[in-house]
């Protein structure tokens, strides 16, 4: 298992993660410039540093997506990361219209 996080969001999301078995926090996204080695050193685990969010999800290891970012992009981000076979979770509002809501359900095959 894998999870993303992206901007000030890693710590909180890192630690959390690190007592859930099974889950293993192995990457994250920003879009500020991070070395892997400060990443590890300021949260205590190595994970692969990703600068461009299309390159995160391409990655074969990443099975959940975890997204973290502004509200307004939760619905091109989640539709990318369905689309590209990963599991999402979406840090609330899920959206911030209905339609956007909606339109996220549908990659994953659901009903609307």
């Known amino acids: 298992m894998a999870w993303w996080a ?3 969001w890693q710590g909180r999301i890192s630690k959390r993660f690190k007592r859930v ?7 994250v996204c920003s879009r500020r410039q991070l ?3 400060e990443v590890e050193r300021q949260y205590g685990l190595p994970l692969k540093v990703y600068g461009d969010y299309d390159a995160l999800l391409a990655d074969p ?4 997506i975890d997204i973290c970012t502004p509200h307004p992009l939760h619905p091109p981000q989640t539709i990318a990361a369905a689309k590209a076979g990963k599991h999402v979770l ?3 509002p899920i959206a911030i219209h209905f339609e956007d809501a909606k ?4 990659p994953s095959g659901k009903r609307a």
């Open 6 to 8: 992206l901007d000030g």
């Open 90 to 92: 979406i840090e609330k």
């Open 103 to 106: 339109a996220m359900r549908q």
């Open 21 to 27: 078995k099974g889950a293993k926090v192995a990457a």
């Open 35 to 37: 070395s892997a080695a």
């Open 61 to 64: 290891h990443l099975d959940i």
